[in-house]
């Protein structure tokens, strides 16, 4: 459970560029450069309430990445501190501007007790400014080397206060949890189920990453009679994979011969060796009529495909595979599919102007493959162009999670936006707002401001 925002990952229509590079700065005061990182924050509207900000002013970033230069500590970006031996980045210290959103959406306030999932010191000594020294801060990780350089961070910038826990987060130990639960918890590890609701205070807050099929959304959640309501703009992001029990399992199928990649992480996983032949032919093209401009989001679409369409599933191909139909790869992979038998379709956009900004103007369209394609591709058609006469000028979904103990057995039947996890049962409600192409000022997403 190593904390580690990687990247900012959302579905978009092409040309996005979803990675801010901070400018270069010669400032090389710490003080001054804390406080320039705190002007951007609450310029962009991370930080919302004067205690986040005094804690962002307050807590020296830069001791928990005592081996960047000064100047990336205090960039909007994140701090790799471990990576794994294939260079993948396995801990940092996380992004500044998803930190703040996080803390001001757990609501903390002094004499809280809280509890952080997967640490890295920095955050945690955030959280105890803002519960004070009335309040009590555990934070919790399953790697022992993680544990104790936070701990070692922690005491050398003044907060040895907050308690370090090595365990497993899906076995919190009893000793940890107070009489009454806590009041906040924040996930920062990637997170595919949410066991924690039975640790938290009654009316308590709990803010995590949570997967959805394999599309991440940092979620504010308030607990309310045992279960779990979503009531803050949902958040596209990335976190290095939660470990131990709790880890998620993709699901990942390869269609022979194809180097076409399926992952049904929240479904059942289909037989695919039947589709190869599917791969070798020209896909059919249903048009929805449906457009996103160049640079526009459009998580809320692909989430709502997901909990809509049985047989839902994430495809990727092999940058050097060879089907002939699909190298090479078209741009925002994994992509939203759906698999009939020996048939397949999948989402797609294809550019139809150059559109008044400059940047474009595309239309979805649904790719078809094998003998039923056409027949699946107009079944997800007709769900983008519900989705946009219905959903696409809502504010965001509403999610509620409930203990999977209390709900009726997951069927073999699809039930639209019903998510079973191990420990919790997921629904998604979308508000219906008829005319939805008065869109938003970020249209199809769900943190837009």
């Not at 509207?45 to 928990?64: L, Q, S």
């Not at 960047?68 to 980045?89: C, F, Q, S």
């Not at 595919?192 to 009316?203: F, K, N, Q, T, V």
Request: proline share 8%.
């Amino acid at each position: 459970m190593l904390p580690s925002l990687h990247v900012r990952t959302r579905p978009t229509s092409p040309g996005r560029n979803t990675v801010t590079t901070p400018p270069a700065t010669e400032v090389s005061d710490v003080s001054e450069l804390r406080q320039q990182l705190v002007e951007q924050l609450r310029a962009d509207n991370h930080i919302r309430t004067a205690a986040v900000e005094r804690a962002f002013r307050t807590v020296p970033r830069h001791v928990f990445a005592p081996d960047a230069a000064l100047e990336a500590a205090y960039a909007n970006d994140i701090v790799p501190t471990r990576h794994a031996p294939d260079g993948r980045v396995i801990s940092s210290v996380s992004a500044p501007w998803l930190q703040a959103d996080m803390l001001e959406a757990a609501r903390m306030r002094p004499g809280h007790r809280v509890l952080e999932i997967g640490s890295g010191g920095y955050n945690a000594a955030l959280m105890a400014e803002l519960v004070g020294p009335a309040g009590h801060v555990t934070t919790l990780d399953i790697d022992p080397a993680v544990t104790e350089r936070a701990t070692r961070f922690l005491t050398k910038a003044g907060y040895g206060r907050v308690r370090v826990v090595t365990a497993d987060a899906e076995h919190l130990p009893t000793s940890v949890v107070p009489d009454g639960g806590f009041d906040a918890i924040v996930v920062t590890v990637d997170t595919w189920d949410l066991p924690w609701i039975r640790a938290l205070a009654e009316g308590g807050r709990l803010v995590a990453p949570l997967r959805l099929h394999g599309y991440h959304w940092a979620i504010g959640f308030s607990e309310v009679k045992g279960a779990l309501h979503s009531d803050e703009p949902l958040i596209v992001c990335g976190f290095v994979a939660m470990q131990g029990d709790c880890a998620w399992e993709t699901n990942r199928r390869t269609v022979p011969g194809t180097g076409v990649h399926l992952s049904w992480e929240d479904g059942t996983p289909l037989p695919v060796g039947q589709l190869a032949p599917a791969l070798t032919r020209e896909p059919t093209v249903t048009r929805t009529h449906v457009t996103v401009g160049g640079q526009e989001p459009f998580d809320a679409l692909t989430l709502y495909l997901a909990g809509a369409l049985p047989g839902f599933c994430r495809l990727e191909v092999d940058p050097d595979g060879d089907n002939g139909v699909l190298n090479p790869p078209p741009q925002h992979w994994p992509g939203a599919a759906i698999v009939r038998g020996a048939s397949l379709a999948r989402l797609a956009t294809e550019r139809i102007s150059d559109g008044d900004d400059g940047k474009g103007l595309y239309e979805f369209v649904v790719h078809g493959y094998g003998d039923q394609g056409r027949l699946a591709a107009q079944e997800m058609a007709e769900q983008v162009e519900h989705w946009q006469r219905n959903h696409r000028g809502a504010r965001c979904p509403v999610i509620t999670a409930r203990p999977a103990a209390g709900c009726a057995p997951a069927g073999t039947d699809h039930e639209p936006h019903v998510f079973a996890k191990k420990h919790t049962r997921i629904t998604v409600d979308w508000p219906i707002v008829p005319g939805s192409a008065a869109l938003l000022t970020d249209p199809g997403s769900c943190d837009a401001g």
